[in-house]
């Protein structure tokens, strides 16, 4: 059951849009959270998730976000706040979730300068700069969740600047955790396995589909809500002793 107390916190979640941050969201939405979305490149991705939200009796508004400009991130704030007051009366939020990031499908060999600069920016340096921008509106006793990757853990050709910045991501989980604990706010990282999405153009043909999917004690590739559930499921007090973790959500992938 929903309390009044539940219905009025507020998750943003960053690349809300498509993929795992949508089902983060809309599992949120079921949750009573209220909730802000972003997208990158394609807005109407975004304004679906809300409409599918606010359809269903929830609230949620889409908010345009590149994840790997943080000059534009003192703006964002603005918005945030802006949004906060005049759709919750509010001049802070609860939860953080650091979900968009993008993919890399190149070896050592192949892999540019230019490359590796847009996975930095994104996935690490993004994150990095955006929490830092947000934390301020953030309420004591809130939380960040970070998400991760098994390729932290383990190592998969054509993913190494990937792999290892989400490896540097987990690293920042602990630090943030550490410098705003003084603030009450748990920050966490979930990892998860190989997850049915587009994400760096999906799993690919059925031959790689069912060798990733073999790869995991479970037998299966993952789907957008066993991370959108899990997640979600940590966005409460139900967790409150649950801080500067790293939670891999992988059906038992590479054990
Ligand atoms: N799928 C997997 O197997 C898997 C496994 C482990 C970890 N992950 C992690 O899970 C997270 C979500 O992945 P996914 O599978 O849901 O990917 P996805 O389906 O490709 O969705 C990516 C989301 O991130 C947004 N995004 C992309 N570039 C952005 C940028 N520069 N700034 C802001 N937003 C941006 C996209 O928005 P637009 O469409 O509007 O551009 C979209 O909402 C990522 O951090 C990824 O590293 C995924």
Do not use: C
């Not at 219905?7 to 802000?36: C, D, E, M, P, Q």
């Not at 650091?98 to 996935?123: H, P």
């Not at 540097?168 to 603030?183: S, V």
């Not at 990282?189 to 589909?209: L, M, N, Q, Y």
């Amino acid at each position: 059951m929903t309390t009044s107390n539940e219905t009025s916190k507020v998750v943003l979640v960053t690349g809300g849009s498509r993929g795992i941050g949508r089902s983060i969201a809309i599992n949120a939405a079921k949750r009573g959270l209220g909730v802000i979305l972003t997208y990158n490149s394609q807005p109407e991705s975004g304004q679906a998730v809300a409409d599918e939200i606010n359809n269903a009796g929830g609230k949620a508004i889409a908010l345009h976000l590149d994840a790997g400009k943080p000059a534009s991130f003192d703006e964002f704030a603005k918005q945030i706040s802006a949004v906060l007051h005049e759709e919750w009366g509010r001049d802070n939020f609860d939860y953080l979730v650091n979900n968009a990031g993008i993919a890399q499908r190149s070896l050592i060999q192949d892999t540019t300068e230019e490359i590796f600069d847009q996975l930095v920016n994104v996935n690490l340096k993004g994150v990095f700069f955006l929490s830092q921008k947000l934390i301020p509106l953030i309420v004591d006793g809130g939380q960040i969740i970070n998400i991760s990757s098994g390729l932290a853990r383990f190592a998969f050709p054509g993913t190494a600047v990937y792999g290892a910045l989400k490896a540097g991501l987990e690293g920042l989980t602990r630090y943030f955790a550490k410098e705003y604990a003084a603030r009450k706010i748990r920050v966490n990282s979930v990892a998860p396995g190989a997850i049915d999405t587009e994400f760096g153009g999906g799993k690919g043909d059925e031959e790689h589909r069912q060798q990733i999917a073999a790869a995991a004690a479970i037998g299966r590739l993952g789907v957008a809500d066993d991370i959108g559930l899990f997640v979600t499921s940590m966005l409460s007090d139900d967790s409150r002793f649950v801080n500067a973790q790293r939670i891999e959500v992988g059906g038992g992938i590479m054990i």
